[in-house]
C-alpha cells in the first residue's frame, strides 16, 4: 500500500515514516522544506533500509500535488504538513491560515479528483483551549485561543463538512498532547531553527551546552510543584498511533477523532529531574514569570484510541528524556545542512 506522507520530512513526519515501513507500507512524502531538511529521510531510509519517495513540494500548489497523484496509485494521506508555531501564529495569523487551510483544501481537493478518500489529520490537543476539567476527553468543548489552534479547529470542520457531504471519506482527526524524545538509533529526531519554543528542545541545549539555562515559565500554577503539567508522549508511540489510525481509517471506519496522550501528567520541574538523570548532565534553570498563553494542567484521557485502535503508549519519561539526549549529543546541531 501506498501512503502519503504530506510535511514528511518533519518531526513527527519522519518518525511516522519509520514505523510505516517497518509495517510494510511504501511512503510518498510531499514536503516544501520550510522547517525541515531532506536529510531527515536519507537517514529514514537508512534505519529501515527502504526508499521513501521524496517530492519536495509546496502542497498549496495544486498542478505540483496532481502529478505526484498522477504518478503513483494512492492508498491513503497523513497529512501532517503545516506551521506549528503559536508565538509565530499571533504575529503572522493569515501567514498561518493561508498555509494550513489552503493546503488542507488543495490535498483534499486533489483526492477527490482521484477517489482517494482515506485522510488522517495532525490535529493538536490545543483545540482544547484551556481544559474545564483534566483528564480531557474527545467530547470537551473546543476553544483554541489562538491562530494556530483555531486553525486547527477550522480544518477539523472542513474535514468534519466534507464527510457529512459524502460519508464514503474516512478521516481521522488525531489530537496530540505534547510530543517528544527521538528515534532510538539516534539518527533521527526534533532540529527546531532558532531558539525553540518547546520546553524539550531548549532542555536538550541546554544539557549539550549550546545554551546557559532554562527559563521556567511560572512556579505559581495550582499544580503539586507549582510549574506547567503537561501530557508528554514519546514520538515513536505517536508514530505507532498513526499506524494504527491509518488502519482504522482503511478498514471503512468514516469520521472518528481520537486523543493520542499518555494520560498521566508530568510537571517542569518534573522534567528537568527526568532530563538530568537519563543525561547525567545538571539543567541550569531559573523561575521566570508566567508565559501569555500557558495553562497550568492539561494532559489526556486516551482510552478512546485504547479502545477502538487497541493502542497505547507504551514508553515512559525516563525513556523519552533517554532518546531524546541520544538524538541532541549525536546531533549537537541538529541535521547537517
Ligand atoms: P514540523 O514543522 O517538523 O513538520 C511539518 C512539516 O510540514 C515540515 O517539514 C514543513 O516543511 C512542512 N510544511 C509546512 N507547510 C507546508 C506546505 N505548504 N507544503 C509542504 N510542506 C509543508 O512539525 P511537527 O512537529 O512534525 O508537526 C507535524 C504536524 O503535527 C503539524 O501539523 C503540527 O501542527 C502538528 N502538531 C505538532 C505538535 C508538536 O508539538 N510537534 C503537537 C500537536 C500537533
Ligand atoms: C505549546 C503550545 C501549544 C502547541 C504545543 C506544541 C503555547 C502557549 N502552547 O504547548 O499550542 O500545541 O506547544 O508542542 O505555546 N516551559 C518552560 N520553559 C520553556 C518552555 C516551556 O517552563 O522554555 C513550560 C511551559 O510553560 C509549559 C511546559 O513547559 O508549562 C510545556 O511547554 P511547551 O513545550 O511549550 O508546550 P505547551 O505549552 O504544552
Excluded at 54 to 65: I, Q, S, T
Excluded at 158 to 172: F, P, R, V
Excluded at 277 to 283: D, H, M, N
Excluded at 317 to 334: F, L, T, V
Aim: proline share 7%; with cysteine; net charge neutral.
Amino acid at each position: 500500500m501506498n501512503i502519503l506522507l504530506t510535511g514528511g520530512a518533519g518531526y513527527i513526519g519522519s518518525h511516522t515514516c519509520v514505523a510505516l515501513q517497518e509495517q510494510g507500507y511504501s511512503v510518498i512524502v510531499i514536503d516544501n522544506l520550510c522547517n525541515s531538511r531532506a536529510v531527515s529521510l536519507s537517514r529514514v531510509e537508512e534505519i529501515t533500509g527502504r526508499p521513501v519517495i521524496f517530492y519536495p513540494l509546496d502542497l498549496c500548489g495544486r498542478e505540483g500535488v496532481r502529478s505526484v497523484f498522477k504518478r503513483h496509485h494512492i492508498d491513503a494521506a497523513v497529512h501532517f504538513a503545516g506551521l506549528k508555531s503559536v508565538a509565530e501564529s499571533v504575529e503572522k495569523p493569515l501567514t498561518y491560515y493561508q498555509n494550513n487551510i489552503d493546503a488542507t483544501l488543495t490535498l483534499c481537493e486533489v483526492m477527490k479528483e482521484h477517489g482517494v478518500k482515506n485522510f488522517v489529520f495532525s490535529s493538536s490537543a490545543t483545540v482544547y483551549g484551556n481544559p474545564e476539567t483534566v483528564p480531557i476527553k474527545e467530547g470537551a468543548p473546543l476553544a483554541p485561543f489562538n491562530p494556530y489552534g483555531r486553525s486547527k479547529r477550522f480544518i477539523e470542520e472542513i474535514l468534519t463538512d466534507l464527510h457529512q457531504s459524502d460519508s464514503s471519506w474516512n478521516i481521522a482527526l488525531l489530537r496530540y498532547f505534547n510530543p517528544m524524545g527521538a528515534h532510538p538509533s539516534g539518527r533521527i529526531g526534533e532540529d527546531p531553527s532558532g531558539v525553540p519554543n518547546n520546553l524539550m528542545p531548549y532542555i536538550s541545549q541546554v544539557a549539550v551546552g549550546k545554551r546557559p539555562e532554562l527559563l521556567v515559565y511560572g512556579d505559581d500554577y495550582p499544580t503539586p510543584d507549582g510549574t506547567g503539567v503537561r501530557d508528554y508522549i514519546h514520538v515513536m508511540d505517536l508514530a505507532e498511533g498513526h499506524v494504527r489510525g491509518l488502519e482504522k481509517t482503511m478498514s471503512g471506519a468514516g469520521l472518528t477523532t481520537y486523543n493520542l496522550g499518555t494520560g498521566k501528567g508530568c510537571s517542569v520541574k518534573e522534567m528537568i529531574a527526568a532530563f538530568e538523570k537519563a543525561s547525567g548532565r545538571r539543567i541550569p534553570f531559573k523561575i521566570a514569570g508566567r508565559r501569555p498563553g500557558d495553562v497550568p494542567a492539561y494532559y489526556a484521557d486516551p482510552s478512546l484510541a485504547e479502545k477502538e485502535l487497541g493502542w497505547r503508549a507504551r514508553r515512559g519519561i525516563h525513556e523519552m528524556c533517554a532518546d531524546a539526549w541520544r538524538w541532541q549529543s549525536m546531533n549537537p546541531d541538529g541535521y547537517p545542512s
